[in-house]
């Protein structure tokens, strides 16, 4: 250990008739602690919402979405068009898929939710669910148009709100009409409950059903159409890239969005809120370093005849300066470590045991989730040790321009 090292611990330590100077140190690693602990949290939410709200979206939903641009009913040639677009690199699978608002009904209960038809024959049935709770996504793939019961999927929220279970039948009405002696009525199907899923998203788990897409098409009466081109890529950060490809594949007549784009807003304002909580927070930091200053100021004037003394034995002012700055370092990084064993304690028990709940049809999620990353606690500890490092500057300089001689003069 060097001699200014030695000293900067020396005078930390205070003896028994300085127990304030003590006292006050301890304030100065506690601020650090406390600001670096806060920033750690909010750090955890930030990312735990947004990684949360990405792995659930891609969990349910598309990466790319491929639309028409002009046609209003749909796309018609969609396995042509699915088959050029599986051909571009980056893309694992492309499949149709049906989108359409139906009336549900379940004896008295019913409720307007939105009917998804998928391709079974030619698509991975699991890409569209995040966690099946009850049934087998099979009985999806042995649906046929022409059966009396066709099978649907409903969210668990759905199947709770309208005391739904597996194997029960409902019944679905949509755009399809037949006439009778009132005139105009809509086409009564009966579909049987094959899957109850759970996606984490209350949106998506109280308001979405699936089924197959030729049962779809004719609860919708829209024939061969599809409405849009679902495809799944191999790496979802490059959706943009692409996107691209695709358009210029297929030329004007369609359209594309990517998850990114479709939920923009959504992660623009999760962005925006981390970086308010960083500067809102990291004024903790500023008041930890304004201790930091107050306590080397006031060991400063404690110590000047100790100041005086080092001086007159031969002590430089980098000598003396590196002691305080010593001192504020020690009070970071001491402050540092125990601010980030206390916030990735509180983020590790919050989240293991979901202690925020959170109104899932306001929020989406039930609880607030917490994502640590060694990253973000390694760049809080750096910055706050460098801003106890900037509290240490006046200080240490005051320290350093003390004249021996006047402050031994009256001792």
Known sequence: MTFEGFVALRYLVAKR??????????????????????????????????????????????????????????????????????????????????????????????????????????????????????????????????EDFKKIAVGTTLSKRLGLFLGDTVSIFGDETVLSPLGEVSLNRRFKIAVIFESGLYDFDDHWVFTSLKSAQKVLGVGRHVSVIECHVDNVDEVEKISLAIKTLLGKGFETIDWKELNRPVFEALRLEKLVMIITIGLIIFVAALNIITTLTMMVMEKTRDIAVLMSMGATEWNIRKIFIFQGLIIGIVGSFFGLILGYSICWICDKYQLIQLQADVYSISHVPFEMLITDGLLVMVVAIFVSFLATLYPSKRASRLDPVDALHYE
Do not use: C
């Not at 749909?74 to 149709?96: D, F, R, W």
């Open 17 to 146: 008739k300085q127990t304030f100077i003590s006292i006050v140190t301890i304030i100065a690693i506690l601020g650090v602690a406390s600001g670096v602990a806060a920033l750690i949290v909010a750090l955890a939410v930030s990312t735990g919402f947004r990684s949360d709200l990405q792995k659930k979206l891609l969990g349910g939903t598309a990466h790319i979405n491929v639309k028409p641009v002009l046609e209003i009913e749909g796309i018609k040639n969609h396995s042509v068009v699915t088959k050029k677009i599986v051909k571009i690199p980056g893309v694992l699978n492309a499949s149709p898929a049906l989108y359409g608002t139906v009336l549900l009904s379940a004896g008295p209960r019913q409720d307007g939710v939105m009917l998804k038809g998928i391709s079974v024959e030619v698509s991975d049935v699991k890409q569209h669910f995040f966690k099946i709770i009850e049934g087998d996504l099979n009985e999806l793939r042995f649906d046929s148009a022409d």
